[in-house]
């Protein structure tokens, strides 16, 4: 008997970015990329842009880019980053996002780590490169886009004069899906950054995964504002999701401050956009009478995201506001909080202020400290592990076992997951405070502190105790024109957390120190109270 289904029944089809590439300029001729210059908007239509991405395919193949030579992207959010990141790949080269938030130290070395070739750097962050341009071992080729000072990179070519240079079209090469397309390291809050490479493969599973109305629905009626950083994690993926769809790509470029964005959301109408919780938590502050309405919702993730900036948002824009979870090694989207059917109106809130519901195509489970896998009941704490087909299962260059248990990655949250799959962070491994034996969030007591309206911000940090260990710390940063107590604060979280949580030591911040994705830099507070630089109220 023949078998009905043989491996030759149906195409194989790679995926790959060429086709997602193909796919937009194609179908989505017409759709547009939108920058802001911070006075002006300037506008190409995805055809246009495409044209422009052969003719830098073509300048980087002329500079001796052949597949595998890794390109790195210094830049903002902008039209020219949007064609690095569809010549590049296409052509079989690997783009290297570089995170132009990092210490210069961090910098170096992912470049060198990263073998990267060639440059591209935009022209008003030339100065941040020209401090580690002696230190760049493999860099061959630095290309600037626009105009700034560029005296401290020696020789360089204009990127402008390179796409004039090229004839239209490039012929782009077969590519194995399994291949590198990108790469971007992690933020390096301790250690040397850990790169992660993206295949072809897992950005088109993962453009294709926030096309589902199970996940974010990124549809060709979108306008698509892309604040989250082209070198975070490829923007949380929205440029390829919205090329392949045809949704408008709105690029901020540095202008991420509360008052250009509202212009630029006034001018350009988005209909989504994606941020951490400091992008939204500026906004609310400084630009309480913006217009965003033509917003159907703000995914936001990166950290915890407070329930009351999500009220905030809710009453004072008429914004909804949905919380996300994932990390560089999950590419980054894993989990979302997508309301669970039948749940009443009053009630939605309560699920969408949770870490996230684990989304299709991708495993979770937590573990314990010997390893075992403990249930989904809600109840049990352990470290969030996952696995799936845009999870990294090894760092570039860098073995680092300790990240990895039987085939899954060890995120390095604590958390625990409901029976409909929902997960819930408490908080991060290194973060936990442990108290007398016993387990105290300091996330949770950050998101509580931060719905009282004389905080700003709120972050908790573990610092030692002689009969307890270790007890939170306080560390807020007063809302503007107020002046709250620490024992007001500490009776105001009285009735939201257990007694033995409340924090017994309280200091005042101008700003939380911040990582360069816009996390909490917890171990800056832990080392400026070992250093005796705070000033702490106990009570």
């Not at 009905?4 to 029944?9: D, F, M, V």
């Not at 937009?24 to 995805?46: K, L, P, Q």
């Not at 012929?171 to 040397?192: K, L, V």
């Amino acid at each position: 008997m023949t078998d009905l289904i043989t491996p030759s029944t149906m195409q194989d089809f790679p995926l790959t970015i060429q086709h997602l590439f193909g796919h937009g300029r194609t179908v989505h001729a017409d759709s547009r990329v939108v920058t802001y210059t911070g006075e002006t908007i300037r506008e190409a239509t995805f055809a246009q842009v495409a044209e422009r991405a052969d003719r830098l395919a073509g300048a980087l193949a002329r500079l001796g880019i052949r597949p595998g030579d890794r390109v790195g992207t210094f830049l903002w959010n902008n039209q020219e980053h949007m064609e690095a990141y569809l010549a590049i790949p296409c052509m079989g080269a690997v783009l290297h996002t570089l995170n132009i938030r990092l210490f210069p130290e961090q910098l170096a070395y992912v470049i060198n780590h990263g073998h990267d070739r060639v440059l591209l750097v935009d022209a008003s962050i030339a100065p941040l490169l020209a401090r580690v341009r002696d230190q760049l071992t493999t860099v061959e080729h630095i290309i600037v886009v626009g105009e700034g000072d560029t005296s401290g990179l020696g020789d360089i070519l204009d990127y402008e004069s390179l796409l004039a240079a090229e004839s239209e079209g490039f012929d782009y090469p077969e590519i194995n899906e399994r291949e590198a397309a990108a790469m971007c390291f992690t933020s390096g809050t301790t250690g040397h950054p850990k790169g992660v490479a993206y295949s072809h493969r897992s950005i088109w599973l993962h453009s294709a995964s926030t096309t589902s109305a199970q996940t974010i629905a990124i549809n060709q009626g979108d306008r698509l504002l892309v604040i989250v950083p082209m070198f975070h994690v490829m923007a949380w993926g929205m440029p390829y999701a919205g090329w392949w769809t045809g949704a408008d790509l709105i690029m901020p470029a540095q202008f991420l401050q509360a008052a250009p964005l509202a212009d630029l959301i006034a001018r350009t109408k988005p209909t989504f956009t994606g941020a951490v919780p400091t992008i939204l938590n500026d906004i609310l502050h400084n630009a309480a009478d913006a217009d965003l309405s033509s917003l159907r919702e703000i995914v936001c993730g990166g950290s915890a995201v407070p329930r009351s900036l999500m009220v905030a948002f809710d009453q004072t824009f008429g914004v909804r506001v949905t919380q996300a979870w994932g990390m560089t090694e999950t590419s980054p989207l894993a989990a979302i909080a997508s309301v669970p059917r039948g749940t009443a109106p009053e009630d939605e809130l309560d699920w969408r202020a949770r870490t996230g519901r684990v989304l299709p195509g991708v495993e979770i489970r937590i573990c314990d400290d010997a390893g075992a896998v403990l249930p989904w009941d809600g109840q049990a704490q352990g470290e969030i592990e996952i696995r799936g087909p845009w999870i990294t299962a090894s760092y570039y260059l860098d073995d680092a076992p300790e990240k990895f248990h039987d085939g899954w990655l060890r995120t390095g949250d604590v958390g625990s997951i409901e029976p409909n799959g929902f997960l819930q962070i408490s908080d991060r491994a290194k973060d936990v405070i442990k108290s007398g034996g016993e387990w105290i969030s300091s996330v949770d007591l950050e998101n509580e502190l931060m719905g009282h309206p004389a905080v700003r911000e709120a972050a908790v940090v573990g610092v030692p105790d002689e009969k307890w260990d270790e007890r939170p710390m306080a560390c807020i940063v007063a809302a503007e024109g107020t002046d709250p107590d620490p024992a007001e604060l500490r009776d105001y979280l009285a009735g939201r957390v257990a007694k033995w949580w409340l924090p017994e030591r309280w200091t005042f911040v101008d700003e939380v120190p911040k990582t360069s994705v816009g996390k909490f830099d917890k171990k800056v507070l832990r080392a400026r109270y070992a250093a005796d630089e705070l000033t702490v109220v106990e009570i």
